[in-house]
Nanobody, 119 residues
Framework: QVQLVESGGGLVQAGGSLRLSCAAS????????MAWFRQAPGKQRELVAA???????NYADFVKGRFTISRDNAKNTVFLLMNSLKPEDTAVYYC?????????????WGQGTQVTVSS
């Protein structure tokens, strides 16, 4: 069992930056792939960025070059650094953890943190 708690969301102007954190409790954090998803009003949830247990990363095309995902296994925490934010990045951002489905259907989710980017 893994519990995930996100923090770091807020209101920022376009072009600004935010860093989201996701603190995980439970055992074997290092063995989990971690990811950030987002969901905007009226839209489906979408994958933003992911990091494997070994540290390999991948990003959605719409955030490449602007967002960076990282993890600190000693602190059971995953981060999402978001630079050059755009109004279309406004969404609730969710952290997810997965060991077996390749992030196609993560079993563990945080409660979400709101990110609002004003123009």
């Amino acid at each position: 069992q893994v519990q995930l708690v996100e923090s770091g969301g807020g209101l920022v102007q376009a072009g600004g930056s935010l860093r989201l954190s996701c603190a995980a409790s439970g055992q074997s954090f290092i063995s989990y792939a971690m990811a950030w998803f987002r969901q905007a009003p009226g839209k489906q949830r979408e994958l933003v960025a992911a990091i494997s247990s070994g540290g390999n990363t991948n990003y959605a095309d719409f955030v490449k070059g602007r967002f960076t995902i990282s993890r600190d296994n000693a602190k059971n925490t995953v981060f999402l650094l978001m630079n050059s934010l755009k109004p279309e990045d406004t969404a609730v951002y969710y952290c997810a953890a997965d060991r077996f489905t390749g992030l196609s259907n993560p079993p563990y989710w945080g409660q979400g943190t709101q990110v609002t980017v004003s123009s």
